[in-house]
């Protein structure tokens, strides 16, 4: 009894002698690992002054577009443009059949001639002035009845720009009920292309940031990396209570023809400039299985961690926020993928 006691008293005591010997071995790698110096290159931390921007979706729309159509119903004589044809200011489109405009000129033939004739005489005293007033207001009636059957049976371009859209044929009759594509009475639909526009809903509380000619940047996935100019024309002047948001229209010039009405875009605002803490992009860790990010300075030759959050980038910089950071601070940008909160470190160059 009490050999086998012996032996199992010397089994535990080899058994404690060995643990203790293996906690004694990792803790001396802990402090040589402590005692290991990491050589890093670092940057001091500036302020600089960046472009506050929002970027907003948007659809570009013509800058004009109108749908001709005449006052009143009537036979179609012509039709000059196809969809697609480009017109000047002022190009005749569609020519409406003239036989009320050719009765309407007669009758004020004839009345401009019997004016000069009353008019005549109402100079000598033959003619009563109340019969002269009357004579007079049917001519201008008449004038008058004549310009509105011109403008209307010869429908000409109001600006110069590009047929969108041919509802008739020449000889049909135009009823004046709106056409499907549309919803709107139109012959043929007039936009204008050189310029366009796009009308964006801006958060309100950027309203007191925005101005009338302040500069825009705008994007189409369709061209990468190629950036069109345009500039804010009109603000509305209301809120809308629903989305909080009022709109703003940008005017954008399009004198190569590569943008078109429709296209999806993207409306980028810078609103204001201030200041930001920028630091190289490969000075910013992200902790692995989370989003979390986070970078490495160095004080008194020790490295510590500080959590940030990442704003936007700037070519190779990028804007970083943390109330541990302060202009001066010396980030390392070079080594701290090898870091651990609280290493003793090296800087290059030191």
Known sequence: ????????????????????????EKSAQQDAASEKVEVVRVTELQVQQVARSVEYSSTLLAYEEIHMAPAS??????????????????????????????????QLRTLETDFKRFDTLHKVGSVAQQQYDQMKSQLDIARSNVAFLQENTRLRAPFSGVIS??????GEMYSGAPVAPIGKAAIVSLVQIDRLKTLVPVSEKYFPMIRKGMEVNIGVDIYPGETFKGRVFNIYPTIDAASRTFNIEVAVDNPGG???????????????????????????????????????????NVAKRIPVVIGKRYNELVEVESDQLKKGDLVVVSGQARLLDGMKVKVDGK
Request: glycine fraction near 8%.
């Open 1 to 24: 009894m009490n050999t086998t006691f012996k032996i199992g008293f010397a089994l535990l005591s080899v058994t404690a002698l060995a643990c203790s010997s293996g906690k004694t």
């Open 73 to 106: 119903p009537g036979r179609i004589e012509n039709i000059a443009v196809e969809v697609g044809t480009r017109v000047n200011k002022g190009d005749l489109l569609v020519q409406m059949d003239r036989t009320q405009l050719h009765q309407a000129e007669v």
């Open 165 to 170: 859209g041919k509802y008739f044929e020449s």
């Open 258 to 300: 590569k943008l078109r009405p429709g296209m999806f875009s993207r409306v980028t605002l810078d609103l204001d400039r201030e200041e930001a803490l920028l630091i190289p992009a490969i000075a910013v860790l992200k902790m692995q299985g989370s989003n979390d990010r986070y970078l490495f300075i160095e004080k008194d």
